[in-house]
């Protein structure tokens, strides 16, 4: 809900003085007002605009998005152009056009640009219907919203790189005397480069403006914002904790008095990480750190990693599930499910999955982020290279090898032919919409095995179906070995493949992902257990029972 200021004043006046006060020191009288005055915001329906309006000097093309409080389009300068886009917020008072313009105008200037900030081009007032146009620059890859609603959640690293440069950011925009007042998944955007960037001019206020109501998205606003009090510094530092707690579980955090720590939730949390954004998130706004300190914080808490963006659209196309969501999954179940009936084990599964459409996406980035999934080991065949254990150096090395002709055989071709047929058999199971035949691939009672099959199931029963899925692997090296037990790490790589939906046909791109698989020795003649067709190799009994992606 949004109520009216009582003016912002002078341009200069944004800038603030050093009388500006923070935390909980904070003038109740020096707070974010949600959405400017005069905007046509509160309104709990959708704002309705099917046409874009005339902006004086801009052409608007094709509509990117809908909101409560403004509709946004793409557009530029020369018709047919579309590389800024331009956020129309409708205004209640026509004769508050010309005030809001130049306050918004105003707020740009104090906004100022960065690296993560978007850049604001023009602020423009539209006069029929009553609007003012925030022209920006256009990220076309999507919001931190998008990427979780397609991936499931972000890895830790990822969260580093997404978070840090934001704290800082936001200590710039304090520094200026401007608090956010709406830092959401929807308002951190993606750059191609996998840059955070800051959304939302329309949102940002000046410290010093004062206001009757405040405004926020739920799940991201302060408990003392919640309880009445006035948004300040601290309620933004909050803000990013959530953000932070949202992109490493897929959902916001619950209340303080309901909340878990992160390490009961995912126990491969960093712990300085975990610590890091509770400190954000305390309930008390004195406790929480400023933004620069947290961005410290974060930065030295574990190494980032580049952000991996997820796929746009129908979520049967989104194949940037988490890297290691197997491993992470067989860390925190594998003794529970060792010994618990496929049935249970099956309900475990289902309870990662919390909806559909998520099993649907599941299912497809396990195709491709895990190709090495369904890859199962033969055991060396006679003339086949073994590597010794490790020596002093940390790496194994191979005993000398001849084939039938007496012609040495590189090992490192040998392990590969050895897991051809075998990736073979995973691409057939997919191919095939035939979930038993990956225990051609996985060891029984895995974690594997239940999640791929579980994965290949639900993908089915939402109609999908698959054409042209092949897995190669190459630049296999032998990490360790025993009787029972070998790791290795190879480079799996995934052809372009097609996915039928609902009568329609996508095509999908490659990949290629470096990983560790780990495999045991199996026996294949126990029930339910199916041997890759045409393999020789087969007869060995190696599955796949673990797998995680190697950092390159």
Same mark, same amino acid.
């Given at each position: ?8 004043g002078?341009?200069?006046?944004f800038r603030?003085?050093? @009388? ?6 904070e003038?109740?009288g ?5 959405k ?15 046409q874009?309006?005339?902006? +004086?000097?801009?052409?608007l093309?094709?509509?990117?998005a ?5 509709v946004?389009?793409a ?7 579309? $590389?800024l886009? %331009?956020k129309?917020?409708?205004?209640? /008072?026509?004769? /508050? ?8 105008s105003?707020?740009?200037m104090?906004?100022?640009s960065? @690296?993560?900030?978007?850049?604001v !081009?023009?602020?423009?007032p539209?006069?029929?219907p009553?609007? %003012? ?12 919203? $998008?990427?979780?609603?397609a991936?499931?959640?972000?890895l830790?690293g @990822? ?7 934001i ?5 710039d925009l304090?520094?200026?005397?401007v608090l956010?007042? $709406?830092?959401? +998944? ?11 960037v800051l ?6 206020? !000046?410290?010093?403006?004062p206001?009757?109501e405040?405004y926020?998205?739920p799940?991201?606003?302060?408990p ?11 309620a933004?530092?909050y ?6 707690w ?9 209340i303080p ?5 992160? #390490? ?5 949390v960093?712990?300085?990480?975990g ?7 305390h ?6 750190p400023?933004?620069r300190?947290?961005?410290t914080?974060?930065?030295?808490s574990t ?20 890297v ?8 925190r179940e /594998?003794?529970? &499910? ?9 309900a475990?599964l ?5 909806a ?17 999934v ?10 086949t290279a ?7 150096g ?7 090898v001849t ?8 090992p ?9 047929p ?12 035939? +979930? ?8 029984? #009672? ?5 999640? /791929?099959?579980?994965?290949l ?8 179906r698959y ?12 990490v360790?070995?025993?009787? $029972?037990?070998?790791t290795?790490e190879a480079t799996?790589?995934t052809?372009?493949?097609?996915v039928?939906?609902?009568?329609g ?11 560790? &698989? @780990?495999l ?8 339910? !257990?199916?041997?890759?067709p ?10 796949i029972?673990?797998i995680?992606?190697?950092?390159a």
């Amino acid at each position: 809900m949004v109520g009216r200021s009582a003016g912002m004043g002078t341009p200069e006046s944004f800038r603030g003085s050093g @009388e500006l006060r923070w935390g909980a020191d904070e003038p109740r009288g020096s707070v974010y007002c949600g959405k400017l005055p005069g905007t046509g915001c509160g309104r709990s329906e959708t704002v309705v605009m099917q046409q874009p309006p005339q902006v +004086p000097g801009y052409h608007l093309t094709e509509h990117i998005a809908t909101g409560s409080t403004a509709v946004v389009w793409a557009g530029g300068r020369s018709p047919g152009s579309a $590389d800024l886009a %331009v956020k129309v917020i409708p205004i209640a /008072d026509r004769d /508050d056009l010309h005030d809001l313009t130049f306050e918004l105008s105003a707020l740009a200037m104090t906004w100022g640009s960065g @690296e993560h900030l978007v850049r604001v !081009v023009d602020v423009v007032p539209v006069l029929d219907p009553p609007a %003012v146009a925030v022209v920006m620059e256009r990220l076309r890859h999507g919001t931190l919203a $998008d990427l979780v609603r397609a991936r499931g959640h972000l890895l830790p690293g @990822e969260v580093v790189t997404l978070l840090a440069p934001i704290a800082s950011t936001l200590a710039d925009l304090h520094d200026a005397a401007v608090l956010h007042g $709406d830092l959401s +998944p929807a308002n951190v955007g993606l750059a191609g480069d996998g840059r955070p960037v800051l959304l939302d001019l329309g949102v940002s206020a !000046v410290i010093g403006t004062p206001c009757e109501e405040v405004y926020g998205t739920p799940g991201f606003v302060a408990p003392e914002v919640v309880a009445g009090g006035a948004p300040t510094s601290s309620a933004d530092v909050y803000a990013l904790g959530a953000l932070g707690w949202f992109a490493l579980t897929g959902e916001p955090p619950p209340i303080p008095a309901d909340r878990p720590r992160l #390490a009961d939730l995912d126990p491969t949390v960093p712990a300085a990480l975990g610590e890091a954004l509770a400190q954000a998130l305390h309930p008390d706004p004195e406790l929480r750190p400023r933004p620069r300190e947290l961005s410290t914080v974060l930065s030295g808490s574990t190494h980032a990693l580049p952000v991996r963006p997820g796929a746009q659209g129908d979520p049967a196309t989104m194949l940037t599930q988490r890297v290691r969501e197997l491993a992470r999954a067989a860390a925190r179940e /594998d003794a529970a &499910l060792a010994a618990s009936t496929r049935a249970d084990r099956r309900a475990v599964l289902r309870r990662r999955s919390r909806a559909a459409h998520l099993r649907v996406a599941a299912a497809l980035v396990a195709m491709v982020l895990l190709g090495g999934v369904g890859v199962a080991v033969a055991s060396a065949q006679r003339g086949t290279a073994v590597p010794t254990a490790p020596g002093p150096g940390g790496t194994p090395s191979a005993v000398s090898v001849t084939a039938a002709d007496d012609e040495p055989v590189d090992p490192a071709d040998r392990f590969a032919a050895m897991l051809e047929p075998l990736v073979r058999a995973r691409a057939d199971a997919w191919n095939g919409a035939d +979930p038993d035949l990956l225990t051609a691939c996985f060891a029984p #009672a895995s974690v594997a095995l239940e999640q /791929d099959r579980e994965l290949l199931a639900g993908a089915l029963a939402e109609g999908h179906r698959y054409e042209g899925v092949s897995f190669a692997a190459r630049a296999v090296e032998a990490v360790s070995e025993s009787e $029972d037990r070998v790791t290795l790490e190879a480079t799996l790589t995934t052809d372009p493949y097609a996915v039928r939906i609902s009568g329609g046909r996508d095509t999908r791109p490659g990949t290629t992902t470096r990983v560790r &698989l @780990e495999l045991v020795r199996v026996d294949t003649s126990a029930d339910g !257990v199916v041997d890759p067709p045409g393999s020789e190799a087969a007869t060995t009994g190696w599955r796949i029972a673990d797998i995680e992606a190697v950092d390159a």
